[in-house]
T-cell receptor
Framework: DAGITQSPRYKITETGRQVTLMCHQT?????MFWYRQDLGHGLRLIYY???????DKGEVPDGYVVSRSKTENFPLTLESATRSQTSVYFC?????????????FGPGTRLTVL | DAKTTQPPSMDCAEGRAANLPCNHS???????VYWYRQIHSQGPQYIIH???NNETNEMASLIITEDRKSSTLILPHATLRDTAVYYC???????????????FGKGTLLTVNP
């Protein structure tokens, strides 16, 4: 199916464990983004990528690692999960050349760290 | 990017027009006004954007004041499915360089009542 998908949709893990959240888009968009959403903070940018093998930090990158070996995938890894990383995570993508600059968001992953 | 101010919540009767205000008094000449919305438990969804002229699409209309210091998103015939948090975002609208980020505030929770 065309679009942007995230997996898993729900994840419960324990403090200290490594967790990887997956994001896949079928449009071949150049830009991809990871946001987290917490009550009282709205959406905050964690990391972004302008193209394969090009990534950079957003507002709240600490504790997260990303990679982008293929244009269509942008996994987010929590190397050692903490309770403060309990959140809803959204992946998004957009086309670099688009004048519209619209970002398309995935359905989100709800992560709980116990 | 310029900061925006929105009321935290609004109510609207089903079938009536919903007018959502946004103040962006520090907007620069090259900054666009974007609107996104987020229905509960879903990813944000693009609605509309504009620079200085009023804009209309199949979802909504955007009215920007002549001095560009404020704008109003209009949903002409609100339905129950329009209940969501609406985000007004101001940012530079070019498609390249580092101007890719969307900075989400807390938005306005619009509740459409039957």
């Amino acid at each position: 199916d065309a679009g942007i998908t995230q997996s898993p949709r729900y994840k419960i893990t324990e403090t200290g464990r490594q967790v990887t959240l997956m994001c896949h888009q079928t449009w071949s968009h150049s830009y991809m983004f990871w946001y987290r959403q917490d009550l009282g903070h709205g959406l905050r940018l964690i990391y972004y990528s302008a193209a394969a093998d090009i990534t950079d930090k957003g507002e709240v990158p600490d504790g997260y690692v990303v990679s982008r070996s293929k244009t269509e995938n942008f996994p987010l890894t929590l190397e050692s999960a903490t309770r403060s990383q309990t959140s809803v995570y959204f992946c998004a993508s957009r086309e670099m050349g688009s004048w519209l600059n619209e970002q398309f968001f995935g359905p989100g992953t709800r992560l709980t760290v116990l | 990017d310029a900061k925006t101010t929105q009321p935290p919540s609004m109510d609207c009767a089903e079938g009536r027009a919903a007018n959502l205000p946004c103040n962006h008094s520090t907007i620069s000449g090259n900054e666009y006004v974007y609107w996104y919305r987020q229905i509960h438990s879903q990813g944000p969804q693009y609605i509309i954007h504009g620079l200085k002229n009023n804009e209309t699409n199949e979802m909504a209309s955007l009215i920007i004041t002549e001095d560009r210091k404020s704008s109003t998103l209009i949903l002409p015939h609100a339905t129950l499915r329009d209940t969501a948090v609406y985000y007004c975002i101001v940012r530079v609208g070019n498609s390249g360089g580092s101007n890719y980020k969307l900075t989400f505030g807390k938005g306005t929770l619009l509740t459409v009542n039957p």
